[in-house]
């Protein structure tokens, strides 16, 4: 007995691996692999300077201005004074009860007027008026903090400094309002709003001490002065706004002339889609930008782009480049995620995975997939050779390949990156291993296309996008990651490539993503022990997108140039016509 007890005290210990025991909610994990923040955001900040996911609407970029120049005429220096801030979130208050109260209690058309939920619970009530010293926020972020930045670089305050632009709604804190200074510009586009509606009583009692708006005060204040009434008016402040977004007075430097040009480029899509009855939206926008056609399943348009916007929507072919290597990526990691969660606590070994590439089945569905005959196991066959299948000359990666494969692949078919990332979005094959195969060669079909423009202007510009080449997942940087690692990288087998890619740009770079964002790694949905990988967390969507494109659309309908009929599509206005025909004269001489 004594020797059985000493045999237990010298037993070798038995490794204890400890895992996550509560999963990440999907809710607290978003840009998971930071392809948007690193990478689309800061390519959409140069194509669309000033114009971010949340600040899509054109008058609060007249209507915050207007909020200092109330302030400071009717109220500043007076014994029951604001602070500015406070000040200006009062009159924002006031204007979403405004815009709602003329609309019935319905938001404006278009959206995005900041506070709707909570100001609509007062418009259902009764109530004949409104006292703004007992208004509760009616939105936790107010329009302020989300235009404040582009307001800023749009030259309406007097500073030294340009201010980052961000397409999230974090409250900025550090900038001192009460020192805020309108300036010439800035003044001369409050005082175009304040012709529309100073005149109206309810902002002069929206001044006094007492703080209290009528109902029907209010409804005037919308109607002269909402979001959507912007687009009918033809004086006040939207000539100004017009010429400010346009770069046509104001600052007018390479960052706001690109914003012009891109405008320019949504319009004449607009106008080329419009008249065939296509709607303009982010794909179609996309499949313009970097196919130069617009297909679906029953029918296409070709697209011809105006020389004097040719530089601008190459510019936009490079983001998109980026966008679909993004949802290869995200592609990938969704299906890892999936296929993990199967194996639940047992986990899976990385080195494992490509061979499910060679599975027969897998070859099946894949080939069917892509409507190509596979002459081997998809995992042990090469790009080439793929490619190859559809025209595409089997040589090395170069140029002249990416130019070939530029003729060959075009939109709709197969192997075209949009077709790939539609199957990708479907999830028709999360779980299987075909779910590994299609973003795979959506990356490969993007970055052959790539080649062409590497060692060009606009490959440099793509490149410059990244500040961190270990972070910043463009495709310049995967490019280079994959000829260090394997040189000819179009000749290496689909279970090398995916090998490597699996390793380092997606399951590296979540974990390198998850701890930049939180020192603790929360949000991290992988655990990696040794040569397993495990899930600690479920995730299926593929978030990458262009939210700057819908805000941009949606300026322009504010600003009168174009508008949606009955059915979705968007028309260019007579004025949007004639104004259109006006600048691009200009750029021609440019």
């Given at each position: 007995?004594?020797?059985?007890?000493?045999?237990?005290?010298?037993?070798?210990?038995?490794?204890?691996?400890?895992?996550?025991s509560k999963y990440t909610q999907v809710s607290e994990v978003q840009?998971?692999?930071?392809?948007?923040?690193?990478?689309?955001?800061?390519?959409?900040?140069?194509?669309?300077?000033?114009?971010?996911?949340?600040?899509?609407?054109?008058?609060?970029?007249?209507?915050?201005?207007?909020?200092?120049?109330?302030?400071?005429?009717?109220?500043?220096?007076?014994?029951?004074?604001?602070?500015?801030?406070?000040?200006?979130?009062?009159?924002?208050?006031?204007?979403?009860?405004?815009?709602?109260?003329?609309?019935?209690?319905?938001?404006?058309?278009?959206?995005?007027?900041?506070?709707?939920?909570?100001?609509?619970?007062?418009c259902c009530a009764d109530a004949t008026e409104v006292d703004f010293?007992?208004?509760?926020?009616?939105?936790?972020?107010?329009?302020?903090?989300?235009?404040?930045?582009?307001?800023?670089?749009?030259?309406?305050?007097?500073?030294?400094?340009?201010?980052?632009?961000?397409?999230?709604?974090?409250?900025?804190?550090?900038?001192?309002?009460?020192?805020?200074?309108?300036?010439?510009?800035?003044?001369?586009?409050?005082?175009?709003?304040?012709?529309?509606?100073?005149?109206?009583?309810?902002?002069?009692?929206?001044?006094?001490?007492?703080?209290?708006?009528?109902?029907?005060?209010?409804?005037?204040?919308?109607?002269?002065?909402?979001?959507?009434?912007?687009?009918?008016?033809?004086?006040?402040?939207?000539?100004?706004?017009?010429?400010?977004?346009?770069?046509?007075?104001?600052?007018?430097?390479?960052?706001?002339?690109?914003?012009?040009?891109?405008?320019?480029?949504?319009?004449?899509?607009?106008?080329?889609?419009?008249?065939?009855?296509?709607?303009?939206?982010?794909?179609?926008?996309?499949?313009?930008?970097?196919?130069?056609?617009?297909?679906?399943?029953?029918?296409?348009?070709?697209?011809?782009?105006?020389?004097?916007?040719?530089?601008?929507?190459?510019?936009?072919?490079?983001?998109?480049?980026?966008?679909?290597?993004?949802?290869?990526?995200?592609?990938?990691?969704?299906?890892?995620?999936?296929?993990?969660?199967?194996?639940?606590?047992?986990?899976?070994?990385?080195?494992?995975?490509?061979?499910?590439?060679?599975?027969?089945?897998?070859?099946?569905?894949?080939?069917?997939?892509?409507?190509?005959?596979?002459?081997?196991?998809?995992?042990?066959?090469?790009?080439?050779?793929?490619?190859?299948?559809?025209?595409?000359?089997?040589?090395?990666?170069?140029?002249?390949?990416?130019?070939?494969?530029?003729?060959?692949?075009?939109?709709?078919?197969?192997?075209?990156?949009?077709?790939?990332?539609?199957?990708?979005?479907?999830?028709?094959?999360?779980?299987?291993?075909?779910?590994?195969?299609?973003?795979?060669?959506?990356?490969?079909?993007?970055?052959?296309?790539?080649?062409?423009?590497?060692?060009?202007?606009?490959?440099?510009?793509?490149?410059?996008?990244?500040?961190?080449?270990?972070?910043?997942?463009?495709?310049?940087?995967?490019?280079?990651?994959?000829?260090?690692?394997?040189?000819?990288?179009?000749?290496?087998?689909?279970?090398?490539?995916?090998?490597?890619?699996?390793?380092?740009?997606?399951?590296?770079?979540?974990?390198?993503?998850?701890?930049?964002?939180?020192?603790?790694?929360?949000?991290?949905?992988?655990?990696?022990?040794?040569?397993?990988?495990?899930?600690?967390?479920?995730?299926?969507?593929?978030?990458?997108?262009?939210?700057?494109?819908?805000?941009?659309?949606?300026?322009?309908?504010?600003?009168?140039?174009?508008?949606?009929?009955?059915?979705?599509?968007?028309?260019?206005?007579?004025?949007?016509?004639?104004?259109?025909?006006?600048?691009?004269?200009?750029?021609?001489?440019?």
């Amino acid at each position: 007995m004594r020797l059985s007890r000493d045999m237990a005290k010298h037993r070798p210990p038995v490794p204890t691996l400890l895992r996550w025991s509560k999963y990440t909610q999907v809710s607290e994990v978003q840009d998971p692999l930071g392809l948007s923040l690193r990478g689309s955001a800061r390519l959409a900040s140069r194509l669309l300077y000033c114009i971010t996911s949340v600040t899509p609407r054109a008058r609060y970029f007249s209507f915050l201005p207007w909020c200092i120049l109330d302030f400071q005429k009717r109220e500043k220096d007076q014994p029951h004074a604001r602070g500015l801030r406070e000040a200006i979130i009062l009159r924002e208050q006031a204007f979403t009860l405004g815009c709602l109260t003329h609309h019935d209690g319905e938001p404006c058309a278009g959206g995005r007027l900041v506070g709707t939920r909570g100001a609509q619970k007062w418009c259902c009530a009764d109530a004949t008026e409104v006292d703004f010293r007992k208004c509760k926020p009616f939105a936790k972020i107010p329009a302020l903090s989300q235009y404040l930045n582009s307001l800023v670089n749009l030259g309406l305050f007097v500073t030294d400094d340009e201010r980052p632009e961000a397409d999230d709604e974090e409250e900025v804190e550090e900038f001192t309002f009460d020192a805020t200074e309108l300036s010439e510009l800035g003044r001369d586009l409050a005082n175009r709003y304040d012709s529309v509606v100073g005149s109206l009583a309810c902002l002069k009692h929206l001044s006094e001490p007492d703080r209290t708006c009528k109902r029907t005060g209010l409804a005037e204040f919308g109607e002269r002065g909402g979001l959507c009434e912007l687009a009918s008016q033809t004086d006040g402040d939207r000539p100004l706004l017009r010429d400010i977004f346009f770069a046509r007075t104001g600052r007018r430097d390479k960052s706001h002339r690109v914003r012009r040009q891109s405008l320019l480029l949504i319009l004449e899509l607009s106008h080329q889609l419009g008249v065939s009855g296509w709607e303009l939206n982010e794909p179609e926008f996309a499949g313009a930008a970097y196919f130069e056609r617009v297909q679906n399943a029953e029918e296409g348009i070709d697209i011809t782009i105006s020389p004097a916007l040719a530089d601008i929507a190459t510019r936009w072919r490079m983001f998109y480049f980026h966008y679909y290597m993004s949802v290869a990526l995200e592609g990938l990691f969704v299906w890892l995620i999936a296929h993990l969660t199967e194996c639940g606590l047992a986990g899976a070994d990385i080195d494992t995975l490509p061979a499910l590439l060679s599975q027969t089945a897998t070859t099946a569905t894949v080939a069917k997939a892509l409507g190509v005959k596979l002459s081997a196991p998809f995992g042990r066959m090469r790009p080439a050779e793929l490619y190859g299948a559809v025209g595409v000359v089997a040589g090395n990666l170069d140029a002249a390949t990416g130019s070939a494969l530029d003729r060959a692949v075009t939109t709709m078919t197969a192997l075209a990156e949009d077709r790939l990332e539609a199957v990708i979005r479907s999830n028709t094959h999360l779980n299987t291993p075909a779910g590994l195969a299609v973003p795979m060669v959506l990356l490969a079909t993007t970055l052959g296309r790539y080649a062409r423009w590497e060692r060009t202007d606009y490959g440099q510009w793509l490149a410059s996008a990244a500040g961190d080449p270990y972070l910043d997942l463009i495709p310049p940087v995967l490019v280079a990651g994959l000829t260090v690692r394997f040189g000819e990288w179009w000749q290496c087998p689909w279970e090398e490539l995916t090998a490597f890619v699996l390793s380092r740009f997606v399951i590296r770079q979540h974990t390198a993503m998850s701890y930049a964002k939180s020192w603790t790694g929360e949000r991290c949905l992988l655990q990696v022990d040794g040569e397993k990988v495990f899930a600690t967390g479920a995730y299926e969507r593929v978030g990458i997108g262009n939210p700057r494109f819908r805000s941009a659309a949606q300026v322009l309908k504010d600003l009168g140039l174009a508008r949606d009929d009955e059915d979705g599509v968007t028309h260019l206005t007579a004025d949007g016509t004639r104004f259109l025909n006006e600048e691009l004269a200009k750029e021609a001489l440019a």
